[in-house]
């Protein structure tokens, strides 16, 4: 029997399949809110199997890699590495995952090798007679000739094999494969249930940070951890931020801005990544705040940034744009842009915006 901390009605349904051998083959668990997506898939693997995944012959699994030498080109190549990641942090992140390899400027993906070998695997009979298990985490990095000799796959499933893929943005899955699968929603975790897990850890401020997580139990971990890479992140918008405010009549601050680029160049693309995303939290805070719902603001600071400081400067005239450089950005981080040249022309354009002043 599964049982999942915060997801319990989603696990009593899985349990119902189970009971009635009504599993389907092939599901995509949504996990855009650190609920634990890959600690439930292979929680489900472990029910099917009878015991532990990684100590089983029929258990395969696929992540993404980066080359770290000539030899890395599938996730057998780094099993070893990865066991030892997850066993430190069954909640983690495919960030945290790509960070821990030291990924640098390369990102991670799903090559078409790992198809083709995942394909020889289940072709074969069953170790132990029984059932298959495969589990695909970050789905939507199968590269374009991977993703549609998996989607082949997926089609005509072999008898007794379950695919369960794991996804932080499902909405960026191929439709063709999207379509093919059964959806697994993680839903948000109660703040009440949050912070009761954080008192009974023995976490001090436990009710700020369950406020902060907005739901997201991968967050409340970061920031009762005191996150050195979101510590590191916050503290690069704070130093940007407080250049941008300065620049409007300042000539002389965009040696400023530019510096401030030249070191966002320098973070590895998974971590421009998550900077981006930390702006987006932040942001979003200051807006809700400006207009008085400081309710709906839990920002928690790990440098004791007050968001209300912002707040007057994000406003209903300039939310757009910002929101869509942002998310600009982004997409252009992840197609390897020149990194120095997206971050100068990212931070002038932060730095006009904010500067725009509400009618």
């Given at each position: 029997?599964?049982?999942?901390?915060?997801?319990?009605?989603?696990?009593?349904?899985?349990?119902?399949?189970?009971?009635?051998?009504?599993?389907?083959?092939?599901?995509?668990?949504?996990?855009?809110?650190?609920?634990?997506?890959?600690?439930?898939?292979?929680?489900?693997?472990?029910?099917?199997?009878?015991?532990?995944?990684?100590?089983?012959?029929?258990?395969?699994?696929?992540?993404?890699?980066?080359?770290?030498?000539?030899?890395?080109?599938?996730?057998?190549?780094?099993?070893?590495?990865?066991?030892?990641?997850?066993?430190?942090?069954?909640?983690?992140s495919l960030t945290d995952w790509l960070l821990s390899l030291g990924s640098s400027n390369?990102?991670?993906?799903?090559?078409?090798?790992?198809?083709?070998?995942?394909?020889?695997?289940?072709?074969?009979?069953?170790?132990?007679?029984?059932?298959?298990?495969?589990?695909?985490?970050?789905?939507?990095?199968?590269?374009?000739?991977?993703?549609?000799?998996?989607?082949?796959?997926?089609?005509?499933?072999?008898?007794?094999?379950?695919?369960?893929?794991?996804?932080?943005?499902?909405?960026?899955?191929?439709?063709?494969?999207?379509?093919?699968?059964?959806?697994?929603?993680?839903?948000?975790?109660?703040?009440?249930?949050?912070?009761?897990?954080?008192?009974?850890?023995?976490?001090?401020?436990?009710?700020?940070?369950?406020?902060?997580?907005?739901?997201?139990?991968?967050?409340?971990?970061?920031?009762?951890?005191?996150?050195?890479?979101?510590?590191?992140?916050?503290?690069?918008?704070?130093?940007?931020?407080?250049?941008?405010?300065?620049?409007?009549?300042?000539?002389?601050?965009?040696?400023?801005?530019?510096?401030?680029?030249?070191?966002?160049?320098?973070?590895?693309?998974?971590?421009?990544?998550?900077?981006?995303?930390?702006?987006?939290?932040?942001?979003?805070?200051?807006?809700?705040?400006?207009?008085?719902?400081?309710?709906?603001?839990?920002?928690?600071?790990?440098?004791?940034?007050?968001?209300k400081k912002l707040a007057p400067f994000v406003n209903g005239k300039n939310i757009i744009?910002?929101?869509?450089?942002?998310?600009?950005?982004?997409?252009?981080?992840?197609?390897?842009?020149?990194?120095?040249?997206?971050?100068?022309?990212?931070?002038?354009?932060?730095?006009?915006?904010?500067?725009?002043?509400?009618?």
């Open positions: 029997m599964i049982d999942f901390w915060g997801q319990e009605n989603l696990a009593k349904k899985i349990n119902r399949e189970l009971e009635r051998n009504e599993l389907p083959q092939t599901q995509l668990i949504a996990d855009e809110y650190g609920g634990g997506g890959l600690l439930l898939a292979v929680a489900i693997a472990k029910e099917l199997l009878g015991r532990h995944p990684f100590k089983h012959p029929d258990f395969f699994i696929c992540f993404p890699v980066i080359k770290i030498d000539k030899k890395t080109e599938v996730s057998l190549d780094l099993i070893e590495a990865f066991k030892s990641f997850y066993e430190k942090n069954n909640y983690c390369k990102q991670g993906s799903i090559g078409v090798e790992e198809v083709n070998q995942l394909h020889q695997k289940i072709s074969l009979k069953a170790y132990e007679g029984k059932s298959k298990v495969c589990l695909i985490w970050a789905p939507e990095l199968l590269n374009i000739s991977a993703a549609n000799k998996m989607l082949k796959i997926l089609e005509e499933p072999p008898a007794k094999t379950y695919f369960m893929m794991i996804s932080e943005k499902p909405d960026q899955v191929l439709p063709t494969i999207y379509s093919r699968s059964i959806l697994l929603s993680l839903s948000k975790i109660s703040i009440a249930k949050i912070k009761e897990k954080l008192i009974n850890a023995g976490v001090e401020n436990a009710s700020e940070i369950a406020n902060a997580s907005e739901g997201n139990w991968a967050i409340a971990l970061e920031l009762s951890k005191n996150s050195t890479l979101r510590k590191k992140l916050e503290s690069v918008w704070i130093k940007g931020l407080r250049s941008a405010f300065k620049s409007i009549g300042n000539k002389a601050i965009v040696v400023d801005l530019m510096s401030w680029a030249d070191d966002v160049s320098k973070l590895t693309r998974d971590e421009q990544k998550a900077f981006l995303e930390l702006g987006s939290v932040l942001i979003r805070s200051a807006l809700v705040t400006n207009y008085g719902a400081n309710k709906a603001s839990h920002y928690l600071s790990l440098n004791s940034f007050n968001v744009n910002i929101t869509s450089l942002l998310e600009e950005t982004y997409y252009q981080v992840k197609r390897n842009a020149n990194s120095k040249i997206l971050f100068s022309n990212f931070i002038l354009k932060i730095a006009k915006y904010l500067n725009k002043k509400e009618d």
